[in-house]
T-cell receptor, first 111, second 114 residues
Framework: DTGVSQDPRHKITKRGQNVTFRCDPI?????LYWYRQTLGQGPEFLTY????????KSRLLSDRFSAERPKGSFSTLEIQRTEQGDSAMYLC?????????FGSGTRLTVV | GQQVMQIPQYQHVQEGEDFTTYCNSS?????IQWYKQRPGGHPVFLIQ?????EVKKQKRLTFQFGEAKKNSSLHITATQTTDVGTYFC??????????????FGKGTLLTVNP
């Protein structure tokens, strides 16, 4: 499979719990991005990696969010102490030159 | 703040009619990209435009980049039911930071009545 894989596809969690999502990018792509999308909105930038280095993080991202990309391969996005406002689709994308390839996303529901 | 704006937000057409969506940036862009998201799906890259005034075609889809590189349009000729989805434009570096970071518009949702 040469696409971007995300796991899990769906996650329901109780408010206050921690959640972690995984993204496996296209292997030849050195750049990896995390975006968040809510209903009726475009994807909103969260953070971006070039190889293993996290080069940019949105100012809108609270300290409860953290992302890693060890060894420049897969990436994880962790949300600590989830809140109802965190409910959204979390999209991972990778790229090499131009144009993002998105994964199918992880839909998070915080109850 | 700096952003990418799209109009209209929604467009409903009869199959066979044409469709156009417009994208405007508050800043000059090095390039503009277009994505399509089917209902329940994820965004899929369609095209990138780089040059001022550039026009590119993909079958029934025509993409244009404005002379000032601040606006763009997507035109679909003779829509089909397979064109249903949300069309997003995205520009790099709009809100500052890396040119690899894309800022997306809110999209135009196209529905087609067969």
């Amino acid at each position: 499979d040469t696409g971007v894989s995300q796991d899990p596809r769906h996650k329901i969690t109780k408010r206050g719990q921690n959640v972690t999502f995984r993204c496996d990018p296209i292997s030849e792509h050195n750049r990896l991005y995390w975006y968040r999308q809510t209903l009726g909105q475009g994807p909103e930038f969260l953070t971006y990696f070039q190889n293993e280095a996290q080069l940019e993080k949105s100012r809108l991202l609270s300290d409860r969010f953290s992302a890693e990309r060890p060894k420049g391969s897969f990436s994880t996005l962790e949300i600590q102490r989830t809140e109802q406002g965190d409910s959204a689709m979390y999209l991972c994308a990778s790229s090499s030159h131009y144009g993002y390839t998105f994964g199918s996303g992880t839909r998070l529901t915080v109850v | 703040g700096q952003q990418v704006m799209q109009i209209p937000q929604y467009q409903h057409v009869q199959e066979g009619e044409d469709f156009t969506t417009y994208c405007n940036s508050s800043t000059t862009l090095s390039n503009i990209q277009w994505y399509k998201q089917r209902p329940g799906g994820h965004p899929v890259f369609l095209i990138q435009l780089v040059k001022s005034g550039e026009v590119k075609k993909q079958k029934r889809l025509t993409f244009q980049f404005g002379e000032a590189k601040k606006n763009s349009s997507l035109h679909i000729t003779a829509t089909q039911t397979t064109d249903v989805g949300t069309y997003f434009c995205a520009g790099p570096g709009v809100s500052g930071g890396s040119n690899y970071k894309l800022t997306f518009g809110k999209g135009t949702l196209l529905t087609v009545n067969p």
